[in-house]
């Protein structure tokens, strides 16, 4: 898979992850207008945000070996959490439907990968 | 020393203790622990001048931590002597 | 100024450090991350900026043989010795794919820099509508890390970035709720969206941020923290000498010596190295000391992604003799750990060692840290708009006002300097004399204007006025383009010149987020007024004069 193709995986695994870990919280969730999560709802958010956070370095250190990617898997994480802060505090909304969108978009570049090396 | 002068005269003196004083600092602790410790002399030099950047932001944190002008040079000045001549004094005869 | 100094607790003095060393550090700052950020791009811009070369273009770089290199060399080194057959140093570099010409540089004895580009075939200077003489992106380089002031720029870039490294720290430390208000962005709601804004772009960003701050001070550490060293060497040659683990430097000895044909120690090299040169130079040349080096071409499909910089090769020679003195394979690493760390940390921070989405991601970044520093800058003033702190006694207005201007033209001056010098480079003549010297001039008078300007009008109207126009002309370059050149964005398109291309795309983006901001700018301010038309607001838009 080309360089790009993998850093934007990483740039989407990263947003949603980002996005999880913010509705998590009560006083971001209530952006939505929506009634709020009870307990348990949130922590499973959470839990899959920091999981996905993690998933996000993946396809990064294969490309780029440990150090390197460390290094661009911070970078692409910043630049996720920034993406996914403004789009939130502007369109919630859009926010979602966007997170939907990398969700999906992510889930395929991932597909892509794995086929292409043949795991 | 601080009664005496005024306050903007002491924030100055403030100031420079941090700037001026913090670089003699940090390149007195250069020297000295470039001295003493065993590695190759190019090795060392470069380690210890990357390492520089640390002492150098922690020390000037550390007057505005203080935030007393005679503190603050004391305390950068005096470790800085025995460290400038016993550096240079290993330096000098190894 | 306030006595909360001396007063207050550890994290009430942290706050003072940071405000103030914010304050007086941001304006400087501002230039180098946004310049930073934009010379990640360099070598697209030149292309941009450079026209006429690729048309004119005699060689194919990829395509020479070592004869064909041999003969460029001995072109280069006759016209050399006509222009300056004793001085400190000359260099011969071979055509490249970004630069398809020789390009000649020397130092005289005063290591004063001259520059020359010469015709690969013809061996003649280049005449003027072949070239465009401009500095090119390496203009927002030279910015960035030296602000065009040679070894002074280099020292106060440095001072800044060490206040940089304090304010970070200091901002961790006083910044309450890192966790809490870790996503927090309320637009609309003045002093406090600013403070959101300066934390979310601060916080959020922060590895990069200490990360390209520390890399910066390490690409100069020799200069910066040289203690040390004079301690233990005589001069700092004789450290990179022994550093490098090359022949001690030999100084001028003043006798007279002739430089040996360099087109032999081209092929000597070429041929220890095992592939092409890109650069010869020779230093001390008509002098006995002089030596000889000849570099290898880097290949930027063996550096990418790796952290350690694998070297392409150098060989060394007596260039009154023609003999070898050392070399260094590609591939050859010093055998040094600290020597690798510090090479580690320069690449981190030169951002070429991963193709386009490594630039990107910097660019991003880097324009998000100066994101950090404006709006660091701008909290500032718009606290004070509210309510005047009363630092300076009676002369707290007129300070604060001087503050204001020179915000508005370090933030939205600079953005308009910055593209205006890409307007510069297609309306100043090409036959003008020392052009490349005037575009840079015309840049700094330019930012001059702009600051006269943010002196001259109220503050939110200079603002908005400034907004506007850097919108206008990152909107209209394309168009500028078309008609100075004849070429435009889609014909760049269609011949995948994706490297003019994204230098007019990115300037859109950028002229049309400036023009959002504008619009919000203007919404806010009616807001204001109807809502409520207070002494403050009303003494703000008249720039607290």
């Known amino acids: ?119 | 020393m601080h009664m005496t002068l005024p306050y903007p005269a002491r924030i100055a003196l403030l100031i420079l203790a941090a700037i001026i004083g913090g670089y003699v600092f940090t390149s007195a602790a250069m020297i000295f622990f470039s001295a003493i410790l065993p590695m190759s002399r190019t090795g060392v030099l470069v380690m210890t001048a990357l390492l520089s950047f640390v002492v150098y932001c922690a020390a000037i944190i550390w007057v505005f931590a203080v935030r007393d002008v005679g503190r603050a040079w004391l305390g950068l000045l005096l470790p800085s002597i025995p460290m400038l001549v016993i550096g240079i004094w290993l330096t000098e005869t190894v | 100024m306030e006595k909360v100094l001396e007063q207050g607790n550890f994290r009430q003095s942290m706050s003072w450090l940071h405000t103030w060393g914010g304050l007086v550090a941001g304006w400087v700052l501002f230039c180098i991350f946004l310049t930073g950020a934009i010379g990640v791009f360099d070598d697209d811009i030149t292309h941009w900026m450079n026209p006429e070369q690729k048309q004119t273009a005699v060689v194919d770089p990829a395509s020479l043989t070592q004869s064909e290199r041999a003969a460029m060399v001995e072109m280069g080194q006759r016209y050399l010795q006509e222009v300056m057959p004793e001085g400190h140093f000359w260099a011969i570099g071979l055509p490249s794919e970004d630069h398809p010409v020789i390009r000649l540089f020397w130092q005289d004895m005063q290591e004063n820099p001259g520059a020359q580009l010469l015709d690969p075939l013809k061996g003649e200077p280049l005449p003027a509508e072949q070239n465009r003489q401009t500095e090119g992106g390496h203009h927002f380089v030279h910015m960035h890390f030296e602000l065009h002031a040679g070894q002074a720029g280099i020292w106060l870039v440095g001072f800044f970035t060490m206040i940089m490294l304090v304010a970070l720290v200091s901002g961790i430390i006083i910044h309450r709720r890192i966790f809490k208000d870790f996503f927090t962005l309320r637009f609309s709601k003045g002093q406090r969206s600013w403070l959101d804004a300066h934390n979310v772009s601060s916080v959020i960003t922060l590895p990069f941020q200490l990360m390209i701050a520390y890399t910066g001070l390490a690409v100069f550490v020799a200069v910066y923290m040289p203690a040390a060293m004079y301690v233990n060497y005589q001069n700092p040659e004789d450290f990179f000498s022994e550093l490098f683990e090359e022949p001690p430097h030999q100084a001028e000895t003043g006798i007279k010596a002739e430089v040996v044909s360099l087109t032999n120690i081209l092929l000597q090299g070429e041929q220890l190295l095992g592939r092409p040169a890109s650069f010869v130079t020779v230093e001390h040349p008509g002098d006995s000391s002089a030596r000889a080096r000849v570099f290898g071409l880097f290949d930027p499909d063996e550096a990418f992604g790796k952290l350690v910089s694998q070297g392409s090769g150098r060989a060394m020679f007596n260039a009154t003799n023609g003999q070898l003195m050392h070399h260094r394979m590609p591939g050859q690493v010093i055998d040094n750990p600290a020597y690798s760390a510090q090479q580690i940390m320069r690449r981190l921070h030169f951002a070429n060692y991963g193709g386009y989405t490594v630039r990107w991601l910097y660019f991003l970044l880097g324009l998000a840290g100066a994101v950090m520093i404006a709006s660091g800058s701008i909290l500032f003033m718009v606290k004070r708009r509210q309510k005047s702190l009363n630092e300076f006694g009676r002369q707290t207005a007129r300070v604060y006002r001087g503050i204001e201007a020179l915000n508005i033209a370090a933030i939205t001056g600079l953005a308009i300097a910055c593209i205006g010098f890409f307007w510069i480079n297609r309306l100043l003549p090409l036959d003008v004399d020392i052009r490349a010297v005037r575009e840079i001039q015309l840049f700094f008078l330019l930012w001059f204007g702009t600051f006269l300007h943010a002196v001259l009008r109220p503050a939110l109207s200079a603002w908005r006025e400034q907004l506007l126009l850097f919108a206008s002309l990152c909107l209209l370059l394309p168009i500028l383009n078309w008609i100075t050149t004849g070429d435009q964005l889609i014909s760049y398109i269609v011949n995948s010149d994706w490297r003019a291309a994204g230098v007019e795309l990115a300037a859109l983006l950028l002229g049309l987020l400036a023009l959002y901001s504008v619009r919000h700018l203007r919404q806010r301010q009616a807001r204001q007024q109807a809502d409520c038309p207070t002494r403050a607001t009303i003494q703000a838009q008249r720039g607290i004069s």
Request: glycine content about 10%; some cysteine; overall charge neutral.
């Open chain 1, 1 to 119: 898979m080309p360089v790009f193709m993998v850093m934007l995986s990483g740039l989407l695994i990263h947003y949603l992850a980002m996005g999880l870990l913010s509705l998590a919280m009560p006083k971001h969730f209530a952006q939505l207008n929506l009634d709020p999560l009870v307990v348990s709802e949130q922590r499973l958010l959470r839990a899959s945000g920091w999981v996905l956070l993690l998933a996000g370095f993946y396809p990064i250190i294969q490309l780029w070996g440990a150090a390197t990617g460390t290094v661009f898997g911070l970078g692409l994480l910043s630049l996720a959490g920034l993406l996914w802060i403004v789009l939130f505090s502007l369109r919630p909304l859009i926010a979602m439907v966007s997170l939907a969108v990398a969700a999906c978009l992510g889930l395929a570049l991932v597909l892509i990968d794995l086929f292409a090396i043949g795991v």
